[in-house]
């Protein structure tokens, strides 16, 4: 299995708050993804990193920022927390841009 | 923006049956990549089909890829509950570093 991990795994918060959700990898993998999953909709990237401090958008980007700041490390921060935002978060991995991904375990958020 | 959909969108079958799903699309994918993702964890990767025409075996699991590269099939035999989850087709989008995703199918095998 890819060593990936997320952090933490379930987070309760109140609307309007700032969350900020960790990835954290041991493969040294160029890329990393943030996807939201929810039901209807499957998966969505949120953002992605094709190296460090090289961030791009996916296509729910709003309402979320990322930062790279070494290679193993890719964090999710949603500035102020909307219930819309509740859903399950996968961070995925990648050697190459358009090649196989491993995923993390997920997080559960829940915005109340 | 190329779309993947994904058919049947639920399945439920008894143990021991065979079943196919399906991944389509209207364009072409340099190659296509199958996941299972059981409840509570992240997709797994399974096989990843390159080339138009393809066939890969993977114990019960048969995966084709189309012949131009539109589409892509799962075929199990003789289902079994560990083979239940939800099944996710995937391709790279041309001209960028992202995957896009199908829809899903979700599969339940009834012991």
């Known amino acids: 299995d890819a060593g990936i991990t997320q952090s933490p795994r379930h987070k309760v918060t109140e609307t309007g708050t700032p969350v900020t959700l960790r990835c954290h990898q041991t493969?040294?993998?160029?890329?990393m993804y943030w996807y939201r999953q929810d039901p209807g909709h499957g998966l969505r990237l949120i953002h992605y990193s094709y190296g460090v401090k090289d961030t791009d958008k996916g296509e729910v980007s709003d309402g979320y920022s990322v930062s790279r700041s070494k290679t193993e490390d890719f964090l999710l921060t949603l500035e102020s927390a909307t219930s819309s935002q509740t859903s399950v978060y996968f961070c995925?991995?990648?050697?190459?841009?358009?090649?196989?991904?491993?995923f993390g375990p997920g997080t559960r958020l829940t915005v109340t | 923006t190329q779309l993947l959909e994904q058919s049947p969108q639920f399945l439920s079958i008894q143990e021991g049956e065979n079943l196919t799903v399906y991944c389509n699309s209207s364009?072409?994918?340099?190659?296509l990549q199958w996941y299972r993702q059981e409840p509570g964890e992240g997709p797994v990767l399974l096989v990843t089909v390159v080339t138009g025409g393809e066939v890969k075996k993977l114990k019960r699991l048969t995966f084709q890829f189309g012949d131009a590269r539109k589409d892509s099939s799962l075929h199990i035999t003789a289902a079994q509950p560990g083979d239940t989850g939800l099944y996710l087709c995937a391709g790279p989008n041309f001209g960028n570093e992202k995957l896009t995703f199908g829809t899903g199918t979700r599969l339940t095998i009834i012991p």
């Open positions: 995925a991995i990648s050697r190459l841009g358009m090649g196989e991904q491993y």
């Open positions: 364009s072409v994918f340099s190659s």
């Open positions: 493969e040294n993998h160029r890329y």
